[in-house]
Nanobody, 126 residues
Framework: QLQLVESGGGLVQPGGSLRLSCAASGFTLAYYAVGWFRQAPGKEREGVSCTNKDGVNTYYSNSVKGRFTISRNNAKNTVYLQMDNLKPEDTAVYYC???????????????????WGQGTQVTVSS
């Protein structure tokens, strides 16, 4: 069964850091573009970052650019989102998505065949 599982969320103070992981099983992640999305309370889900299948190119939304870094280790079938200088407005459930399109459009994966994780909660509060 194809599956993505996010982990690494938690409660941090403003200015703190978290590293999210997205582990894939049942398929080879090297063939997929991977994006991170988030959904804050009362808001629609938004894309925040994307990387193509080999991780050479990375893209970020304006709200996270300069603070977040997406990376991947295809040998481990895992993608990461390093989040630094976190702000209260970063509070959201964070989801990863893998797409067979292999590439990004803007800061989201192109849509061909998409698979979603269940999300991990990130709370930034003092």
């Amino acid at each position: 069964q194809l599956q993505l599982v996010e982990s690494g969320g938690g409660l941090v103070q403003p200015g703190g850091s978290l590293r999210l992981s997205c582990a894939a099983s049942g398929f080879t992640l090297a063939y997929y573009a991977v994006g991170w999305f988030r959904q804050a309370p009362g808001k629609e889900r938004e894309g925040v970052s994307c990387t193509n299948k080999d991780g050479v190119n990375t893209y970020y939304s304006n709200s996270v650019k300069g603070r977040f870094t997406i990376s991947r280790n295809n040998a481990k079938n895992t993608v990461y989102l390093q989040m630094d200088n976190l702000k209260p407005e970063d509070t959201a459930v964070y989801y990863c998505a893998a797409d067979l399109s292999k590439y990004c459009s803007g800061y989201e994966p192109m849509v061909l065949e998409r698979y979603w994780g269940q999300g991990t909660q990130v709370t930034v509060s003092s």
